[in-house]
């Protein structure tokens, strides 16, 4: 199992705590241990630590962003960089590249990539370490995590289980449907069908990511990729990947803490914000 954390975006949707000179991703805006604030990166970090799933972890991220991460982890972080910000659906590609030949990880090793801008306990890594075995067991393509839909949303995607493939309505299901941020009149009716919100965190054997490079017409090797980077999508995961028919997914409900910061409203509840 491989864990990448996806940390090159640029982060500016919570303003007035992001603004153009540092993404949202690396501001002291959340209680961490002993009182003391941390960023949303730290935080992650230090849980990957304590489920000990640190040494299977990287962080892609891109070139100006760099100097935060080793500033606020260490210098020894391990990253993969890409050359410019193209999306989430880009990143996992690049990385999947950089696994593959530079790493030397096998094709057949699970890849588990983890969004930077959510609010999760220590029990929710108990469910990252099961997507391997789950995902072997689905014969799917991607393993999704879905969370509760607290209330009706359109800031988020939307996973309609299969309710005839798995055991209970939306746990280790099939999904039989998927919606990237509908209307608020079609969010409120996913959500009374039970449909689940997508964490955005994704299972995927890396011979998948690297079949969708060669399906592109793209390099699988990471430098012949990188130095062609700009012709790759600018797009996310969700769109490029997700959203695809074609692309077999399940999912697994998560039932515990599960916060998306990645708009103010959402960063402000979890926030410390100063006065």
């Not at 509908?182 to 690297?210: H, I, K, M």
């Not at 769109?239 to 916060?259: H, M, N, Q, T």
């Amino acid at each position: 199992m491989k864990i990448v954390i996806l940390s090159g975006g640029p982060g500016k949707r919570v303003w007035p705590l992001s603004d153009n000179s540092m993404p949202k991703q690396y501001l002291p805006v959340l209680d961490g241990p002993g009182g003391k604030q941390e960023s949303m990166v730290q935080r992650l970090w230090r849980q990957l630590m304590t489920a000990d799933l640190m040494e299977e972890t990287s962080i892609s991220t891109c070139g100006e962003q760099v100097a935060p991460l080793k500033r606020l982890l260490g210098p020894n972080v391990p990253l993969i960089c890409e050359p410019a910000q193209r999306g989430s659906y880009s990143a996992a590609l690049l990385t999947a590249s950089y696994l593959y030949t530079v790493a030397g990880v096998t094709p057949n090793e699970t890849v588990i990539v983890l969004p930077v801008d959510f609010y999760v306990e220590g029990e929710f890594f108990h469910c990252i370490r099961s997507l391997p075995k789950l995902l072997r067991e689905s014969g799917s393509s991607v393993m999704m995590v879905g969370a509760k839909a607290e209330h009706p949303s359109p800031r988020y995607g939307y996973i309609v289980p299969d309710p005839g493939s798995g055991e209970d309505w939306g746990y280790d299901s099939k999904v039989k449907d998927y919606y990237e941020k509908p209307s608020e009149a079609e969010a409120e009716t996913l959500a009374a069908q039970g449909a689940l919100w997508n964490s955005g965190v994704y299972a995927f054997r890396l011979e998948f990511l690297l079949s969708r490079l060669s399906e592109a017409g793209l390099p699988v090797h990471y430098e012949e990729l990188y130095n062609r980077y700009f012709l790759l999508p600018k797009i996310s995961m969700e769109d490029g990947l997700i959203a695809d028919p074609k692309v077999e997914k399940s999912v697994i409900r998560y039932d515990g803490l599960w916060v998306s910061l990645s708009t103010w409203s959402m960063l402000s509840r979890q926030a410390v914000i100063p006065n």
